[in-house]
């Protein structure tokens, strides 16, 4: 406890702290990329492990939906910005919202500046254009469904 002639008594090991910490983070990550709330911190600074499965598909693709609108004879369109990953043209995708399973469908086109294109890849502002209508609204994510 504290110093003494220029030395720290009770010295905790380094790799004690480090394992702790790695530990903590780890959990933090695994608990916001499941869409589960944090784990509260304990008193000594570190995070019980997550009790929540991963639900990241395995490509990472993500896609943030910004707006959403119907156009006449060809289907509802989801516009917004690809946060990871790659999505294309006939890839089966999930709409989420607040991390919970809204819809499933298919991307059946995806435009971007007014051209038509086969693939979104990140930081790309798309327009997905999506086989039903189903209901997305602002604020919603896009992933590829899970393969069967």
Do not use: C
Request: without cysteine.
């Amino acid at each position: 406890m504290g110093w003494l002639f220029g030395r720290k008594q009770d010295a905790e090991d380094a790799n004690e702290v480090l394992r702790r910490y790695n530990e903590a983070e780890a959990a933090r990550l695994t608990a916001m990329t499941s869409g589960l709330p944090s784990p509260p911190t304990v008193d000594d600074g570190t995070r019980p492990a997550a009790s929540g499965a991963l639900s990241v598909h395995s490509s990472g693709a993500e896609f943030q939906v910004e707006d959403v609108f119907t156009i006449t004879g060809r289907g509802r369109v989801a516009t917004g910005t690809m946060r990871s990953g790659v999505l294309r043209v006939d890839d089966d995708i999930q709409v989420l919202r607040e991390g919970v399973v809204q819809a499933q469908t298919r991307i059946t086109g995806i435009e971007m500046f007014r051209k038509h294109v086969k693939e979104a890849t990140v930081g790309e502002p798309v327009g997905l254009l999506l086989r039903e209508k189903i209901a997305v609204a602002r604020g919603d994510v896009i992933r590829p469904a899970p393969s069967a």
